[in-house]
């Protein structure tokens, strides 16, 4: 069995190399370069949650689902060096505003243990809608590095920018091609100095998110750019490398404000796969890094929660607290089960 299994999974890279090539071939990159890309293959984890989402009526409220296709896992780059403690916070790199936020944030941790302080450009603080094209590399490498391919233990990546915006469900009209540009410079231009470690090492230094991008190919008729090159930066090809790593659900591309990805991002890393988690309502203002008031803020979560966008997760919120549970009725079932015999012992 396992022999086949074997000569099954070998005709399946083979395959999946013919696609590739095929596919660079009608793009004109060169496939050599190509093939130094992370594939979009083989992702046994897929969770599909969008026929649930159109039954339950929630399409309204998201972004529709253009690319039914691809699972993604994320580099939680606040997690890192605090996944040993589950009670510390994240750290929250990415800016909520949409419009140029060129203030610099620092944050540090209740404990004063680990601190970050992010220096954005003229261009702007990279955003939370910049950090797809984090995802979408960090994926992608994950893959390929789940798959046993040594190409990438590189820092540097190439991808094309039709295949990134099919990923992350963003339309292929040609202002997307100068979204990604712009998300490009904040994410070079956002500078970071933290005593956070990735992959059990510190960096000592100020560096960018991304430490250099470029255009690689463009097209003949219109000058669009058709593949990127990007470099990560030490600090997180670190983390990804050490595989500190967090799957996400797909429709997370799909949430249409910045609050609404961060507060899934923090149920993601603390609730996890438990029954539910739960937070002072303060402690989730300062962790998600919002600059409303505490009184607006509430008002912005409570409104998350009647319209109930979290994938895999809901909230319930009071005065003080605010809580997350899973959406799993698996997970529910079995998490009141456990409760009960807590209680019975």
């Not at 920018?161 to 992350?168: C, G, K, Q």
């Not at 609730?271 to 998600?288: F, M």
Request: charged share 30%.
């Amino acid at each position: 069995m396992s022999s086949k299994k074997h000569d099954l999974n070998e005709k399946l890279a083979e395959l999946r190399e013919r696609a590739l090539l095929r596919q660079v071939e009608k793009e004109g990159i060169e496939a050599t370069n190509a093939l130094n890309q992370p594939e979009q293959s083989c992702l046994p984890w897929i969770q599909d949650s969008h026929s649930s989402t159109r039954n339950n009526g929630k399409s309204a409220k998201w972004l529709p689902v253009r690319y039914p296709t691809g699972d993604f896992f994320i580099c939680d780059i606040f997690d890192y060096a605090m996944k040993d403690d589950g009670a510390s916070m994240e750290a929250p790199i990415f800016t909520l505003a949409t419009k140029p936020d060129t203030t610099i944030w620092q944050w540090q941790s209740k404990d004063g243990n680990r601190s970050i302080t992010v220096v954005p450009s003229v261009k702007g603080r990279a955003t939370q809608h910049d950090k797809d094209v984090l995802i979408y590399i960090v994926s992608q490498m994950t893959e390929a590095l789940n798959c046993g391919r040594q190409d990438a233990k590189n820092r540097t990546v190439r991808f094309t920018v039709y295949n990134y915006l099919v990923a992350t469900n963003k339309p292929t009209g040609g202002s997307q091609y100068l979204r990604l540009e712009d998300a490009l410079e904040r994410l070079r231009g956002t500078s970071i100095k933290t005593d956070i470690k990735t992959g059990g090492q510190r960096v000592k230094e100020g560096f960018g998110l991304i430490e250099r991008w470029k255009i690689v190919e463009k097209s003949p008729d219109n000058e669009r750019m058709i593949a990127v090159e990007v470099t990560l930066s030490e600090w997180l090809f670190n983390a990804v490398q050490a595989n500190e790593v967090l799957t996400i659900n797909r429709d997370y591309f799909r949430l249409r404000r910045p609050l609404e990805r961060r507060l899934y991002e923090l149920a993601r890393k603390h609730c996890g796969h438990q029954l539910n988690w739960k937070i002072s309502l303060e402690l989730l203002h300062d962790k998600s890094g919002s600059r409303a008031t505490l009184f607006e803020f509430r008002r912005m979560v409570r409104e998350i929660m009647v319209n109930d966008t979290l994938p895999d997760y809901r909230m319930t919120i009071d005065d003080e607290f605010v809580q997350f549970y899973t959406k799993d009725p698996k997970k529910l079932v079995i998490g009141m089960f456990k409760r009960l015999d807590s209680d019975m012992d």
